[in-house]
């Protein structure tokens, strides 16, 4: 049962039709921009690593076109922001 619900979440991972769009990058880089300042306003001395995923997820954006990819960096920075909350 779980490989199928794996199996059939990857296709429609991969499905163009819930590519990642224009509209959900933007965001998701404000709500990246969000958590990051809430993160960093509770406690100032994390502001230079979160700078620095910040500059991680840009060199993605610098590197490649495809929104898929550079959704993807901004999910996992996400997560993290999320996770340090």
């Known amino acids: 049962m779980r490989r199928t619900i794996l199996a059939l979440s990857l296709l429609l991972a991969a499905t163009p039709a819930f590519a990642c769009t224009e509209e959900e ?15 960093t306003t509770k406690d100032p001395s994390q502001a ?8 991680e997820v840009d060199r993605v954006a610098e590197r490649t076109t495809s929104f898929d990819e550079i959704c993807a960096a901004y999910d996992k920075a996400i997560a993290e922001a999320q996770a340090q909350q």
């Open 25 to 39: 990058l933007q965001a998701k880089s404000i709500s990246l921009a969000e958590l990051v300042k809430q993160i």
């Open 48 to 55: 230079a690593e979160w700078r620095k995923r910040q500059v």
